[in-house]
């Protein structure tokens, strides 16, 4: 099990739009992949459960991958997740 | 009895009560039926969900890809894994029937991102719910296909999700009796875009003794509503709407006519677009061209910043809308006073001058770039206008067009005649600077409101204030003289498009001065080009020197319903 932490950085966070593009980009690993905020965890790949944390600009969240393909999902989702512009 | 207004206008129709969504009675099964309910459940969602995609295509067509969208983020959550493994959940372990689980599954979602800390987050509370009636009414196979209405039918219901106002058949919607649901709820918004008159009925007693079937007479106005009136008074309402609609008759001769004057000096007249549906009473009101498209609500009326291909498509669409007339679009104008719900901005002690418009735009240069973007590309399908707001000095707008150069070139296109860029003249600054900024701009056009606040520095949006607040007062007046003038003189294209722009009284100013353009909301465009079309150039030329001497607000005024009601024109 890995894990990291990254800033939000998209003016909309993990809302509707880039929320899902992120969980169609998780569902592509194997691994599991979660989402901690606050006191808060999510699977990154529910929509639903993502957007009920509330992850907006400037929030610190972090990842964690567990799971065979879990060193390049992490990787790949960090620079996903940071490259989105919404 | 009364309620209060929410869009305006008269209608006498037949009520029909939306039966739509009623309550889910709290019913419980035993484990040999879970299997059964299971079933249900995912029978009913299917249904809902084949409905949405038929909603999403209706409202896609009506209404625009932004509210479009609103029903695809409801499908793409109604239709995964997550509302299946929850509702399945409660119907297997806590033993609930299908309609049960689901609304359980809708509140306690709700519920939780009505705790989160951002308030749009929390308002997206309200898209569980919309999505927990749309399951259950599919699941009871009612009301997916929109109700059956009469014809003339007047709305009766309790509150309106944004997909049942969707599904209604608009042609025979002659008016709308709510009871809960404020001045921007999606029913007030589409009731005033399709200028059908609506009424909001808060007490309990005169909602309840609507009965379907039931003529009502309502007032959007006023706010007034009345069950089964009288034969008088029927014929009174029938009167009234009557000459409601010769007026309307009467204005919409003109849409033909050009908009000049007695002696022949052009001022056309644009129209403001704030939503969607303004393009469309733009047109059917015969706008010269948009004078004011106000880009705000595309980034307000979606849950995320919109990307580069939204609003290139959405300019897009008004480009060629308006068939080559020219589209002033301004700049994403927002700030700590009217935030975009996903885009947190800092509190500030003073919003109104603070960071706004240009100035927000600018420190977030990759949002403005993204704009820029999406308006360049529209305007290979006409003529584009790209308006700066809140300009205080020229450096902003040096900035800009800079910006613009940089990604026109990024996206290898060649200079275009159809692009022009202009400001929003409404700070004194600007005004002052007039001269300047006219050298480096194509067009400038007034926003009066903004204009007043700042040159009064008086807050428009505090009522104990309102005696001070005055578009007419000499300042402003003076000030926009000024700035018209200047316009002329450098041979740029002038225009007004805050509220003054739609107001009678100022015509003969404005119109006096030589004002090109006018911009203003749809529906007073005819009632303008019949005051413009009642003026001589020359009397109000003449007319705005006298006015530039009058010192008082009430004076000026005065002079002007004076010109007006010697021409007939008040009324």
Same mark, same amino acid.
């Given at each position: 099990?890995?894990?990291?932490t990254?800033?939000?950085?998209?003016?909309?966070?993990?809302?509707?739009?880039?929320a899902?593009?992120?969980?169609?980009?998780?569902?592509r690993?194997?691994?599991?992949i979660?989402?901690?905020?606050?006191?808060k965890?999510?699977?990154?790949?529910?929509?639903?459960?993502?957007?009920?944390l509330g992850?907006?600009e400037?929030?610190v969240i972090?990842?964690?991958?567990?799971g065979?393909?879990?060193?390049?999902?992490?990787?790949?989702?960090?620079k996903?997740i940071l490259?989105?512009e919404? | 009895?009364?309620?209060?207004?929410?869009?305006?206008?008269?209608a006498?129709?037949?009520?029909?009560?939306?039966t739509g969504?009623?309550?889910?009675?709290?019913?419980t099964?035993?484990?040999?039926?879970?299997?059964?309910?299971?079933?249900?459940?995912?029978?009913?969602?299917?249904?809902?969900?084949?409905?949405?995609?038929?909603l999403?295509?209706k409202?896609?067509?009506?209404m625009?890809?932004?509210?479009a969208e609103?029903?695809e983020?409801?499908?793409?959550?109604?239709?995964s894994?997550?509302v299946?493994?929850?509702?399945a959940?409660?119907?297997?372990?806590?033993?609930?029937?299908?309609e049960?689980?689901?609304?359980?599954?809708?509140?306690?979602?709700?519920?939780e991102?009505e705790s989160?800390?951002?308030?749009?987050?929390?308002?997206?509370?309200?898209?569980?719910?919309?999505?927990?009636?749309?399951?259950?009414?599919?699941?009871?196979?009612?009301g997916?296909?929109?109700e059956?209405?009469?014809?003339?039918a007047?709305?009766?219901?309790?509150?309106?999700?944004p997909?049942?106002?969707?599904?209604?058949?608009?042609?025979k919607?002659?008016?709308?009796?709510?009871?809960?649901?404020?001045?921007n709820s999606?029913?007030?918004?589409?009731?005033?875009?399709?200028e059908?008159?609506?009424?909001?009925?808060?007490?309990?007693?005169?909602?309840?003794?609507?009965?379907?079937?039931d003529?009502?007479y309502?007032?959007?106005?006023?706010?007034e509503m009345?069950?089964?009136?009288?034969r008088?008074k029927?014929?009174?309402i029938?009167?009234?709407?009557?000459d409601?609609?010769?007026r309307?008759?009467?204005l919409?001769?003109?849409?033909?006519?050009?908009?000049?004057t007695?002696d022949?000096?052009?001022?056309?007249?644009y129209?403001?677009v704030g939503a969607?549906?303004?393009?469309?009473?733009?047109v059917?009101?015969?706008a010269?061209g948009?004078?004011?498209?106000?880009?705000?609500?595309?980034?307000?009326?979606?849950?995320?910043?919109p990307?580069?291909?939204?609003?290139t498509?959405?300019?897009r669409?008004?480009?060629?809308?308006m068939?080559?007339k020219?589209?002033?679009?301004?700049?994403?104008?927002?700030?700590a006073?009217?935030?975009l719900?996903?885009?947190?901005?800092?509190?500030?002690?003073?919003?109104?001058?603070?960071?706004r418009?240009?100035?927000?735009?600018?420190?977030?240069?990759?949002?403005?770039?993204?704009q820029?973007?999406?308006?360049?590309q529209?305007?290979?399908?006409?003529?584009?206008?790209?308006?700066?707001?809140?300009?205080?000095?020229?450096?902003?707008?040096?900035k800009?067009k800079a910006?613009?150069?940089?990604?026109?070139?990024?996206l290898?296109?060649?200079?275009?005649?159809?692009?022009s860029?202009g400001v929003? =003249?409404?700070?004194?600054? *600007?005004?002052m %600077?007039? /001269?300047?900024? &006219?050298q !480096?701009v194509?067009?400038?056009? $007034?926003? +009066?409101?903004d204009l007043t606040?700042?040159?009064?520095a008086?807050?428009?949006?505090?009522?104990?204030?309102n005696?001070?607040?005055?578009?007419?007062h000499?300042?402003?007046?003076?000030?926009?003289?000024?700035?018209?003038?200047?316009?002329?003189?450098?041979?740029?294209?002038?225009?007004?498009?805050?509220e003054?722009?739609?107001?009678?009284?100022?015509?003969?100013?404005?119109t006096g001065?030589?004002?090109?353009?006018?911009?203003?909301?749809?529906?007073?465009i005819?009632?303008a080009?019949k005051?413009?079309?009642? =003026?001589?150039?020359?009397? *109000?030329?003449? %007319?705005? /020197?006298?006015? &530039?001497? !009058?010192?008082?607000?009430?004076g $000026?005024? +005065?002079?002007?319903?004076?010109f007006l009601g010697?021409?007939?024109?008040?009324?």
């Amino acid at each position: 099990m890995i894990k990291d932490t990254i800033t939000i950085v998209n003016p909309t966070g993990l809302h509707t739009r880039p929320a899902k593009r992120v969980v169609d980009e998780a569902k592509r690993f194997e691994c599991e992949i979660t989402a901690v905020l606050g006191e808060k965890e999510a699977s990154l790949k529910s929509l639903l459960k993502i957007m009920k944390l509330g992850i907006s600009e400037g929030h610190v969240i972090e990842i964690t991958c567990d799971g065979p393909d879990e060193k390049e999902a992490l990787e790949h989702m960090k620079k996903y997740i940071l490259s989105l512009e919404e | 009895m009364t309620g209060e207004p929410l869009s305006p206008g008269m209608a006498l129709g037949t009520a029909h009560i939306l039966t739509g969504y009623s309550a889910v009675e709290h019913c419980t099964i035993t484990a040999d039926q879970v299997e059964g309910e299971l079933d249900r459940f995912r029978q009913g969602r299917d249904r809902a969900a084949a409905s949405l995609e038929k909603l999403i295509v209706k409202v896609r067509k009506e209404m625009g890809e932004s509210q479009a969208e609103i029903f695809e983020g409801h499908l793409e959550i109604l239709s995964s894994d997550d509302v299946d493994e929850e509702v399945a959940d409660l119907i297997t372990t806590r033993l609930f029937c299908a309609e049960k689980a689901v609304i359980e599954f809708a509140e306690s979602n709700a519920r939780e991102m009505e705790s989160l800390e951002s308030e749009y987050f929390q308002e997206r509370g309200q898209d569980f719910l919309d999505i927990g009636r749309q399951i259950v009414a599919g699941i009871r196979g009612e009301g997916l296909g929109g109700e059956a209405l009469p014809d003339g039918a007047v709305i009766v219901a309790e509150e309106l999700t944004p997909s049942e106002t969707a599904r209604l058949e608009m042609d025979k919607v002659r008016g709308f009796v709510i009871r809960r649901g404020g001045r921007n709820s999606h029913v007030a918004i589409m009731a005033r875009s399709l200028e059908i008159p609506a009424v909001i009925l808060t007490a309990e007693g005169l909602f309840g003794a609507i009965r379907q079937g039931d003529s009502l007479y309502l007032n959007g106005d006023t706010g007034e509503m009345e069950i089964n009136p009288g034969r008088e008074k029927i014929r009174l309402i029938r009167a009234r709407i009557k000459d409601l609609e010769a007026r309307r008759a009467e204005l919409i001769r003109l849409k033909e006519e050009p908009s000049v004057t007695t002696d022949g000096r052009a001022v056309k007249l644009y129209s403001n677009v704030g939503a969607a549906f303004d393009l469309k009473n733009a047109v059917k009101y015969g706008a010269d061209g948009i004078g004011l498209f106000r880009s705000e609500f595309l980034y307000m009326e979606s849950m995320s910043l919109p990307g580069v291909d939204r609003q290139t498509e959405a300019y897009r669409a008004a480009v060629e809308a308006m068939g080559g007339k020219e589209v002033i679009i301004r700049l994403l104008d927002t700030g700590a006073d009217k935030p975009l719900p996903y885009w947190q901005l800092p509190e500030e002690e003073n919003p109104f001058l603070g960071i706004r418009g240009i100035r927000l735009l600018l420190q977030k240069e990759s949002v403005l770039r993204t704009q820029i973007q999406a308006l360049i590309q529209a305007s290979a399908a006409g003529p584009v206008g790209i308006m700066i707001p809140m300009v205080g000095s020229l450096g902003p707008i040096e900035k800009v067009k800079a910006i613009i150069e940089e990604e026109r070139k990024a996206l290898g296109l060649a200079e275009s005649s159809n692009l022009s860029v202009g400001v929003m =003249i409404e700070t004194p600054a *600007a005004v002052m %600077l007039i /001269e300047e900024i &006219l050298q !480096i701009v194509d067009f400038i056009s $007034i926003g +009066t409101n903004d204009l007043t606040q700042y040159t009064l520095a008086v807050d428009r949006g505090n009522p104990s204030m309102n005696d001070y607040y005055d578009e007419f007062h000499p300042a402003v007046i003076r000030s926009i003289a000024k700035v018209v003038r200047a316009a002329g003189a450098a041979g740029k294209m002038s225009g007004v498009c805050g509220e003054m722009a739609g107001n009678k009284l100022a015509l003969p100013f404005l119109t006096g001065l030589g004002v090109d353009e006018l911009s203003m909301t749809p529906a007073l465009i005819l009632p303008a080009k019949k005051v413009i079309r009642g =003026i001589a150039y020359g009397d *109000a030329a003449e %007319l705005v /020197e006298q006015l &530039l001497r !009058i010192s008082t607000p009430q004076g $000026i005024k +005065t002079r002007l319903s004076q010109f007006l009601g010697e021409r007939e024109l008040l009324k």
